[in-house]
């Protein structure tokens, strides 16, 4: 199946940090969408992005969907600790009926 | 977005017995999938959950070891059959509109097979 690269696995910063993460495909997504996951919860939708350049802002998170449809990246500005989580992108492939592809997710730490 | 909620919220299950996961939204919706998260790792979908007819399956699941009924708009149970410790994972339902690319997820269900 279709796969997506997510980066970095993990990330270990001081809060008040900037933070970058991105996911890259070999395939053009539709729809690219960003979730927060902390322990024992379900995903939490950050940010939905649905076309190709779309810069999307959600308070201190950022998001753009790539020209070339096959990436997208989240910026996480000004880190605090209660952004710890990992970070999962998902894709939408054109004609797939809705059914979402998971990057690796990103493990995002944050030190006070 | 809609509200999702699951049931059990965890449980612990012996080798051989069947665990039903229960996933309510508060309202209706066109679309309702399952996934299946290992620990450790990302979400991987189960199968899509169709009102009114059978559930569609992805590559490696089947309807055997993961039946799934969709009897209305707001209502879905994954059942895992015939547990075995591999099976140990958090299952997660999440719901899409009509046309709607983005999907929400439920807290999802911690299944422990001993």
């Known amino acids: 199946g279709q796969q997506l690269n997510q980066s970095p696995q993990s990330m270990f910063i001081q809060e008040g940090e900037d933070v970058s993460m991105n996911c890259t495909s070999s395939s053009i997504f539709n729809t690219w969408l960003w979730y927060k996951q902390e322990p024992g919860e379900g995903p939490v939708l950050l940010i939905a992005?649905?076309?190709?350049?779309e810069l999307t802002s959600n308070g201190r998170l950022t998001a753009q969907f790539g020209i070339t449809r096959k990436d997208s990246f989240l910026n996480i500005s000004a880190s605090i600790p209660s952004d710890v989580g990992i970070y999962f992108c998902?894709?939408?492939?054109?004609?797939?009926?809705?059914?979402?592809?998971f990057g690796k997710g990103t493990l995002l730490t944050v030190n006070p | 977005s809609a509200v999702i909620s699951q049931k059990p919220s965890r449980d612990i299950c012996q080798r051989g017995t069947s665990l039903t996961i229960q996933c309510q939204v508060d309202?209706?919706?066109?679309?309702m999938f399952w996934y299946r998260q290992q620990p450790g790792q990302s979400l991987t979908l189960i199968a899509t959950a169709n009102q009114g007819s059978e559930a569609t399956y992805e590559s490696g699941f089947v309807i055997d070891k993961f039946p799934i009924s969709r009897p209305n708009l707001t209502f879905s149970t994954l059942t895992v059959s015939n547990m075995s410790p591999e099976d140990s994972s958090i299952y997660l339902c999440?719901?899409?509109?009509?046309?709607?690319?983005?999907?929400?997820f439920g807290p999802g269900t911690r299944l422990t097979v001993l």
């Open positions: 998902a894709g939408q492939i054109p004609g797939s009926n809705y059914k979402l592809t």
């Open positions: 992005l649905y076309k190709a350049g």
């Open positions: 999440s719901v899409a509109g009509t046309g709607s690319d983005t999907q929400y």
């Open positions: 309202s209706q919706v066109t679309m």
